[in-house]
């Protein structure tokens, strides 16, 4: 027997009631916001990384000005063989900022840390991605040469040869991002 509130309802509303949304138009709505946060985080790594190739090149900038006033100062930059280049932001720590205790730059600071980070042992300065900045440098090569650079986002650099020369064609330098005398 039915109960006498339910001869009160319309047939209509019981069957197919109107205040919720189906189970398509939720999927939709999923999948539309699926596609614009796939386009925004597109943007935003875009962004991320011309912000670090931003940073990187003043980061360089302010390097290479530490570099002509050291070379103003001593007549020469500070000399590091290029198949050492990895340590070559231990000769920029040692010879730019003063940390020489020991040698022609001890007490002499041609840059100030502000800004720049510095590896967790301190005898690194490290690019926007991470990883030591790259220099070379020796008196054999050309007056006036320095070779400075950020091995960018894939960290691969193959350096310059004897004569302070880079192949910027070679595919593991496309990305990086130079600097030199």
């Known amino acids: 027997m ?3 509130v339910d001869l009160l309802m319309d047939e209509s509303r019981r069957a197919y009631p109107l205040d919720g949304f189906t189970l398509l138009e939720c999927v939709m709505v999923i999948g539309l916001m699926l596609i614009v946060s796939g386009i925004v985080w597109g943007a935003f790594n875009f962004a991320m990384d011309r912000g ?3 940073e990187a090149e003043a980061e360089l900038g302010m390097l290479s000005h530490a570099l002509e006033r050291y070379r103003d100062h001593f007549g020469a930059y500070p000399e590091s063989p290029p198949d050492e280049r990895m340590r070559g932001s ?3 720590i040692r010879e730019l900022m ?3 205790l020991s040698g022609r730059a001890s007490g002499f600071s041609a840059i100030r840390p502000d800004g720049l980070v510095f590896s967790p042992d301190g005898r690194a300065i490290l690019d926007p991605w991470g ?3 790259l220099y070379a440098c020796l008196p054999t090569w050309p007056t006036g040469r320095f070779w400075l650079v950020s ?4 960290g691969l650099s193959t350096g310059p040869d004897a004569r302070g020369r880079c192949d910027w064609e070679t595919p ?3 990305d990086d991002i130079f600097s030199g005398g």
Do not use: F, H, Q
């Open 131 to 133: 990883r030591p900045y």
């Open 172 to 174: 593991d330098n496309r």
């Open 52 to 54: 670090r190739r931003v």
């Open 151 to 154: 091995a960018g986002p894939d």
């Open 90 to 92: 231990e000769v920029l």
């Open 2 to 4: 039915r109960k006498p």
């Open 98 to 100: 003063g940390d020489s």
